[in-house]
């Protein structure tokens, strides 16, 4: 990344962490939506997944990998990460009340406006699913449109997807055993409540034809978290022009083995991307 400081603020870069590789599926709707501006990846995949950890460790995990962003002159935050999203962001944005702040939004409300019948299903991790601020919105969406919610946690699913296991048995098995009894209940809307799942989308399609489910409409939210972050960055006068002297740069830390994130760049996102391995 370029040396700090920057020349201005809009030079700056934008932040984006996840716990693991599944917010590069947010990272590349960020790409195609502003492709001048600088990005910063971090993985804390040291401490993947957070889905079976408890509220208070995902709160620190977070508040250190912002801080550690900031550090690096971030000018707005992507929490690519559902479960930190639930657990952190208020926590984030208390710390830096004049950062942007992006989250990742469950995917219920148009979930609840693409259903045709009324019956939606919600892949997510455990901690998402009992998270007192999802718990809430969905009580809220469900009042206000009748969508009857059907809540799918999906434990192990993001340790395979973190393992590069996009279309294994494996994860075709865990997939039909999540899918299959939404389906039964007649969802035709399903919500891809994680950032990693959009990683196996076409394998979540082929389970719910396996489960005879028939035109089921699949959400992914990170195209939405893209334009909020666009608007955001508008309206505070931070988007890097695009004749800007030189070309936009994309740099990936974590706290894994970067012999692993590298890779994930390079499979899922077709990119090769310099990686560094930290502790924080």
């Known amino acids: 990344m370029p040396t700090l400081p920057f020349p201005t603020p809009a030079d700056a870069p934008i932040g984006v962490f996840d716990s693991g590789v599944g917010g590069l599926s947010v990272l590349r709707h960020v790409r195609a939506l502003l492709p001048q501006e600088h990005?910063?990846?971090?993985?804390?995949?040291?401490?993947?997944?957070?889905?079976?950890?408890?509220?208070?460790?995902?709160?620190?995990?977070?508040?250190?990998?912002?801080?550690?962003?900031?550090?690096?002159?971030?000018?707005?935050?992507?929490?690519?990460?559902?479960?930190?999203?639930?657990a952190a962001i208020k926590a984030i944005r208390a710390h830096y009340p004049e950062l942007p702040v992006v989250g990742v939004e469950p995917?219920?409300?148009?979930?609840?406006?693409?259903?045709?019948?009324?019956?939606?299903?919600?892949?997510?991790?455990?901690?998402?699913?009992?998270?007192?601020?999802?718990?809430l919105l969905r009580e809220q969406i469900a009042g206000a449109t009748q969508a009857q919610f059907l809540l799918q946690p999906c434990v192990g699913l993001v340790d395979l997807i973190e393992q590069g296991e996009l279309d294994t048995p494996a994860t075709r098995a865990m997939l039909e055993r999540y899918i299959a009894p939404l389906v039964a209940q007649g969802a035709?809307?399903?919500?891809?409540?994680?950032?990693?799942?959009?990683?196996?989308?076409?394998?979540?399609?082929?389970?719910?034809?396996?489960?005879?489910?028939?035109?089921?409409?699949?959400?992914?939210?990170?195209?939405?978290?893209?334009?909020?972050?666009?608007?955001?960055?508008?309206?505070?006068?931070?988007?890097?022009p695009g004749s800007a002297g030189h070309p936009p740069l994309l740099h990936g830390y974590t706290t894994g083995a970067k012999e692993a994130l590298a890779p994930a760049f390079a499979t899922l996102l077709k990119m090769t991307v310099d990686v560094e391995s930290l502790k924080i």
């Open 39 to 86: 990005l910063i990846y971090f993985a804390d995949s040291g401490f993947a997944p957070y889905g079976d950890k408890t509220e208070a460790v995902v709160v620190e995990r977070s508040l250190a990998v912002a801080a550690f962003l900031v550090g690096r002159g971030v000018k707005a935050l992507v929490v690519a990460c559902n479960t930190a999203t639930v």
């Open 107 to 135: 995917g219920l409300k148009p979930g609840a406006a693409a259903t045709r019948n009324g019956k939606v299903g919600v892949l997510a991790t455990q901690r998402t699913l009992s998270g007192e601020k999802f718990l």
């Open 188 to 240: 035709d809307t399903l919500v891809l409540g994680c950032t990693h799942y959009p990683f196996v989308q076409e394998a979540i399609a082929r389970a719910v034809a396996q489960a005879g489910g028939v035109d089921v409409t699949l959400i992914d939210t990170g195209e939405a978290v893209a334009r909020q972050l666009a608007r955001l960055l508008e309206n505070g006068g931070l988007q890097r």
